[in-house]
């Protein structure tokens, strides 16, 4: 059976259709990227499901994968209503946003969690401002070695946000629910992931 090719343009139309099912009520800006060699999607969006749920939906549609240990591109075929089918694009990227309401909230949680050190050390919680510039990388959770700089301000923050969804789990995509992996080219693949999500 004849395997049809689907363009990186119509690909994304698919991830908007899936998110849109998935998370109703989030806008979400899906961009393809074509470029020699290749081609790409980018999906942005503003609080909404952390970037896990997100990609859970959208690494459906990747065409391709890359194995740094080997330096090597490969791709991925998949069904649709059982037709063979290949994604165009080779990579789904994700990026998502905060406004300033959820960094306060990320802040709130961080400053909960280590709220003795910081009134033990008398200093003041950290401010959207100060999250927004990058200027808590270098400054560490009081009372904490810095080891490796994974106890900077900016991260615990950031780890706080990432966590957390404000749509809950996502719902059945009817989109997404058509398509199927069969194959890659026989090499190892990356594609795809679950996700845990912690509703606030």
Not at 6 to 29: C, H, M, N, W, Y
Not at 80 to 100: M, N
């Amino acid at each position: 059976m004849t395997t049809r090719y689907i363009s990186t343009a119509d690909t994304a139309k698919l991830i908007r259709q899936a998110l849109k099912e998935a998370f109703p009520g989030v806008k979400f800006s899906v961009r393809s990227d074509t470029y020699s060699g290749g081609s790409s999607i980018r999906v942005r969006w503003i609080d909404g499901p952390n970037d896990a749920q997100v990609r859970d939906i959208t690494q459906t549609f990747c065409g391709g994968y890359f194995d740094g240990s080997i330096d090597y591109k490969g791709s991925i075929y998949h069904m649709i209503d059982g037709e063979p089918v290949h994604f165009s694009a080779d990579f789904v990227f994700t990026d998502r946003d905060y406004s300033d309401v959820a960094v306060q909230r990320g802040i709130n949680r961080m400053m909960a969690k280590f709220s003795g050190n910081f009134a033990s050390a008398n200093m003041p919680a950290p401010t959207v401002e100060q999250y927004r510039s990058g200027v808590l990388y270098s400054t560490p959770i009081p009372g904490l070695e810095d080891w490796g700089n994974i106890h900077n301000i900016q991260k615990h923050i950031a780890d706080a946000l990432g966590k957390h969804t404000y749509t809950g789990p996502a719902k059945p995509s009817k989109t997404a629910a058509k398509v199927m992996v069969t194959h890659d080219d026989g090499y190892s693949r990356a594609c795809g992931s679950g996700f845990s999500a912690v509703s606030i």
